[in-house]
């Protein structure tokens, strides 16, 4: 079967047979709909390459400077002064200036930006310009995480100022300031990259990149064991055969991403916390790592269990025990009926699982789930559907993935705190919204990781998900490929190629 997907997609795909030698050619699963940094979603790997913030990370995850060489912070954490380099230029040769983050920020604060990546710029009270190479923002409330929220790239004023940002052309031809200039894009099969020969951070020694979209790491092995990719994020069960295969490389790449079932509190059943604790108490964790994942992954008990913010020693409540699970739906009432489903006041407790399709990984999850939810009288049902042709928000529940190398305020606020942007399973919990806003605005880092205590204690006591996984990715490469460090990886195993203008071939 897999060969023949492979036979399909080599007709429809772009083909390039063996890679030239002043070309690597990256498998990447995601594309952004628009090449735009305001507009990330945090699952391509493009935006990076082409466009630059003021700060940016290094292997380790600090902080390095970027488009800013140095910075001051006011004590109150309020008042931020950048000095900028006066040696970038935008890849179609206009000098950047401090008009330039200017214009991005305030463009972030417009209410007809439709961005998700607002929400880490909405403390912004002033900008201000105090020459082409100096800049002052202000804030109404310290954010501890805007130094990570500007390594976000910025977008140049010249040729978007007095454009609707949310349909600019710009999107689909970007000028940025990253390495990489955009030459050619065919959305939903490649697009090619050249060295950007300005590039203040140093030589660009990757001339040319290919960026090949394919969706599945299975197919991306292949592809790469046939030399039409350089370097791909390969599935789980082709490892052995890459590491035993003298002409490749093989990293296993440690990420934050974690895979979780999400609850629509919306559902008659689901927002019942008795039924929520005995869902969680039902899923077998241990054995998706061991069976599903190759143990490539770790259980996942909760959101920021590989940050810095890392609750130590903290243990979930919710163990495998399918006798608990049975005891809290019979609290919530629920009974036995005559096809062994539980019922109540004559409904049967049913829900539907759904996940994309294009994601055979999540798929596999949701058929356990359901296998797992079936065994203790819950009747689920998996559906899969295309990303994008289903409403998250109206489903009953989501496979879904989050997780961030970053900040953990990045991956938390806006999924966890009532109405946010990404809440969509319509969670509420007071304590929850409260401890998430002290540690958003609160300087002292011990102050800020109680605080995610808080959260990660209250979150378990009134679970919107089933925590299940994290997952870590192996990236294989051709030998010939030098250059390629490791990186701790985002959603997704974004950020692998973080560095790929210090990559040779």
Not at 29 to 51: G, T, Y
Not at 372 to 398: L, M
Not at 456 to 476: G, W
Request: charged share 25%; hydrophobic share 40%; no cysteine.
């Amino acid at each position: 079967m897999l060969r023949i997907l492979f036979t399909i997609f080599s007709l429809f795909a772009f083909s390039f047979a063996k890679s030239p030698q002043n070309t690597i050619i990256i498998a990447v699963e995601n594309e952004p709909l628009r090449l735009n940094p305001l507009f990330s979603e945090d699952h391509d790997s493009a935006l990076a390459l082409i466009f630059s913030g003021l700060t940016r990370f290094d292997e380790n995850m600090n902080i390095r400077p970027d488009l800013a060489k140095s910075w001051t912070i006011s004590k109150d954490g309020l008042v931020y002064e950048f000095d900028l380099r006066d040696d970038v230029f935008w890849h179609d040769g206009v000098k950047f200036s401090a008009e330039d983050v200017e214009f991005t920020l305030k463009s972030l604060l417009d209410k007809r930006l439709n961005a998700p990546t607002k929400v880490n710029f909405k403390d912004i009270k002033d900008v201000e310009i105090l020459s082409d190479t100096k800049i002052k923002i202000t804030l109404s409330r310290p954010f501890p995480a805007f130094l990570d929220a500007l390594s976000m790239g910025m977008i140049p004023k010249h040729i978007l100022q007095n454009k609707d940002l949310n349909k600019a052309s710009f999107n689909q031809k970007p000028i940025g300031t990253g390495a990489f200039k955009v030459k050619a894009w065919k959305q939903g099969q490649y697009m090619e990259l050249v060295a950007n020969e300005n590039f203040h951070l140093g030589e660009v020694k990757s001339k040319k990149l290919i960026l090949k979209l394919i969706k599945d790491t299975k197919i991306a092995a292949l592809e790469l064991k046939s030399l039409n990719v350089d370097v791909a994020l390969i599935d789980f069960e082709s490892v052995n055969d890459f590491k035993n295969d003298k002409n490749f490389t093989v990293l296993m790449e440690k990420s934050a991403d974690y895979r979780a079932l999400m609850f629509n509190f919306n559902n008659e059943f689901l927002k019942d916390l008795n039924v929520r604790k005995a869902l969680n108490h039902a899923v077998n964790k241990e054995l998706i790592v061991k069976n599903l994942l190759h143990n490539i992954a770790v259980v996942a008990n909760e959101p920021l269990q590989r940050s810095w913010a890392a609750y130590e020693g903290f243990k979930s409540q919710y163990n495998y025990d399918t006798k608990k699970a049975n005891e809290y739906l019979q609290k919530a009432g629920f009974v036995k009926n005559a096809d062994n489903f539980y019922e109540k006041d004559g409904k049967v407790l049913e829900f539907e699982l759904y996940a994309m399709s294009n994601d055979p990984l999540r798929v596999a999850l949701v058929n356990i789930l359901v296998s797992d939810f079936n065994k203790i009288g819950v009747k689920a049902k998996g559906v899969a559907k295309p990303a994008g042709s289903f409403d998250y928000t109206k489903v009953d529940a989501f496979l879904v993935g989050w997780g961030s190398p970053y900040d953990p305020d990045f991956h938390t606020y806006r999924v966890f705190t009532s109405n946010a942007d990404w809440n969509f399973g319509s969670y509420s919990d007071k304590k929850v919204d409260e401890s998430l806003l002290k540690a958003r605005n609160t300087l002292d880092k011990k102050l800020r990781k109680k605080e995610y205590q808080t959260f990660i204690k209250s979150l378990d006591e009134n679970p919107p998900f089933v925590f299940i996984a994290y997952i870590d990715y192996p990236l294989a490469f051709n030998k010939n490929i030098k250059g390629i460090k490791t990186y701790t990886l985002g959603h997704h195993g974004v950020g692998f190629a973080y560095n790929a203008w210090e990559w040779s071939k």
